[in-house]
């Protein structure tokens, strides 16, 4: 539509000055945003990069904080005054607490400023006195970004995706027996879309306990503070061939279309669009515990949830970005702590692998990508045991149901990762020549430092690579 294509570009085009004249003249600004799926660890991550930023000392591979370049880090009040504030006070207290918690997890937008007092490094070093870049922390739902696939297709084809992708699950069978069984060109009322709408959801949280992750529309799963509204409220419906106009199928259509417009469109709009640099967090153990079909499901849905970051590939997005781009993308996969550290090469290389395809198929237009392996809150210690004759290693902690303290060997992930894509690829239930396992542990109770944040793995690491250059 001409009318909303030129107000977004207006405003964006008004953003981008406003960016460059604060960048020049004032202090910088580093939007982050942080994704990845359900669970998959964005509210510890941030809560914990927030708290050793702040307290440096387990910090040395970010170089401006090993080099004693950052004098201050203090929070601030965020500039977009419509967003929840990030949590951050309330999470830290969970992890921290004598009895420590994880914090809740991230079910809609939020955002936090973290300010820095950074003295410039290298030839400017002597010149200019000690400036502040203001980070600017943006946390959604990565199931937001694949309602992006949405946008470029109707109401029809969207629904014949979907139900051909449900007939072979079996737990979809209540709600594909509502759907097909309802007239498309009947008067509808609204108990009865209410009805298929939730059937349908309950169908996702299904797919979603399966370990299944490339579900539409996003915010079926998470909707934060739309819930319950009629753009929330529609269904996949079967072919029609005319529907009728004040039918249930052409309704459906309407609230898809208005989910497109007044949902989907502004998320990107007024947030993705800003973002400068990006972690998606990705739960690669947690899939490869779960078997082949969630490996290669989310496979397919990292390359959807990547598609977001080739703004070229999509009309939406290439209307917002105006020949902008995210600088620096890093895929991390979460929760290392859950293997000792001579198999996080391997878990890193899985972590390659699974964007690789995505990564192949375009450059990202020019955006600095890395793969990485991390724990942003370290739960375990490191063991190596003698089990029947061989030696394993292990990593011990706390188990979160029993507060037992257990040693867990996962099993040793394949040295090449195609081993396990290629497994994954074959639809079996189950991996043939091995078993990986996966414990829930609790965070440890922590007896910080002065000057220390919590522990953890490579979260510096990720750090100097997101944010290195700009400080
Ligand atoms: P979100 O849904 O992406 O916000 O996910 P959370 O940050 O809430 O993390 C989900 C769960 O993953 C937590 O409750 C923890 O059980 C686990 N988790 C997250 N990060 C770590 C980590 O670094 N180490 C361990 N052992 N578990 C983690």
Redesign the pocket.
Known sequence: MVITTLADNITRGFENIGDTVSETFFEPVIRLGVT?L????????ITSLVANLMDRGRMPALLAASEGRISAAFLQPQPDDTVSRFDYETHLAALTSPDPR?????RAISELRLSLRVRPSGLLSGLTGPRTVHLDIVDYPGEWLLDLGLMDKDYAEWSRMVMTSLERREEASAFLEGARGADPDAAWEEPQIKALAERYTETLHAGRDAGLSGLTPGRFLLPGDMAGSPALTFAPLPPAARPARRGLWREMERRFNAYKREIVTPFFRDHFSRIDRQIV?V?ALGAIHAGPRAVADLQTTMTDVLAAFRPGTNALLSRLFLGRRVEKILFAA??A??LHHTQHPRLTAIMEALIREARDRADFAGAETAGMSI??????VEETREHQGRTLDCVR?TL?ETGQQAALYPGELPETPQTLLGAAQTGRESWLDAEYEIM??APARLGLKPGEGPP?IRLDRAAQFLLGDRL
Request: aromatic fraction near 10%; proline fraction near 3%.
């Open positions: 990845g359900s669970r998959a660890g964005k509210t510890v991550f994880w914090p809740d997890s991230t967090l739960d979460t929760k702590d859950h724990a942003s809150l370290r739960a375990t902690g979160l829930k542990f953890h």
